[in-house]
């Protein structure tokens, strides 16, 4: 790697070994779209020829990019990369981070991995890694935080990491069937079709970790269990991986019930967005309720991701980013 000096603005050129022209077209994209996305997102130009790249733009950037295009090439050896990796990967990848690690070796760090049958899991972002961290040494986790954020993901991930290595008996799935006014008395079908919509995202997690046919087994013979939150009351729950989904949805009292079901060699992880309560008029939130109340509490792990943590696509980050501020401001006019 070489590079022409420069005060703010800087060129380097950066040589990608092996020449290989399959890595490379899977590093480039159809079309060069994943370099645009690099260009867009660190405000440098990219220009190549074969392994030989040109970038340039401000010092700091033009050095994550470097980086960047070092780290994917590696990984273009093994797997395919998608618009959504890139995207992903330039989640993470914050100018701080990508200057510690170039001061240790250069090499972007591998972090955490959660290891399901289908797929291996990475976290992104420091918040991404502490969760699923906290997750592993606690037995009392909540993630809370917008949309897209990765909390029931990895939830789940970390179910499936768990019973696989036979750390738990079995995956409890938990949601309160509190959403557009809706209750399950008033829905078609029988429980399993009356809960299945709210449990939806669960089951999509689940059949790209464990496979279809391996999770209708696995509920058949209740190792996975698929309830609404009215049906843990009177239950002790031990040596289960308990998630309890939307639970900005569960009032004070369904909160404390839930969380008083926990027994011995269990994990319980809660997830739940405060700014997404669907409960009726008059009705406070348990998760809002309870992050005060177990503030603090040695064994309890809190969560809280934000924006920057979003990892769907740019324009959801910018959406949760308008609201936040448009509601500040509505706050500070009152």
Known sequence: MSQNPGNAQRILQLSLEP????RLATLCGQQDEHLKLIEERLNVTIRNRGNAFQLAGPSAQVKAAANILEYLYREAEASELTPDTIHLYLQESSLEAIAEEEEENGVPSEGVILRTPRVMIKPRGHNQQGYV???RNHDINFGIGPAGTGKTYLAVAAAV???NQQEVRRILLVRPAVEAGEKLGFLPGDLAQKIDPYLRPLYDALYEMLGFEQVGKLIERQVIEIAPLAYMR?????N??????ESQNTTREQMKMFLTRIGFGST???????????????SSSGLTHVINVLKGVAGISMTHFVAKDVVRHPLVQRIIEA???FESQEDNQR
């Not at 020449?19 to 399959?22: C, I, V």
């Not at 289960?240 to 989904?245: C, G, K, M, R």
């Open 19 to 22: 020449n290989d022209p399959m």
């Open 133 to 135: 961290e906290s997750i």
């Open 161 to 163: 990491e768990a019973l």
């Open 234 to 238: 009177g239950r002790t729950l031990n």
């Open 240 to 245: 289960a991986f308990i998630i309890l989904d």
């Open 268 to 282: 319980a992880v809660i997830t739940g967005d405060i700014t997404q309560v669907d409960l009726p008029r008059g």
């Open 323 to 325: 609201y936040d501020a």
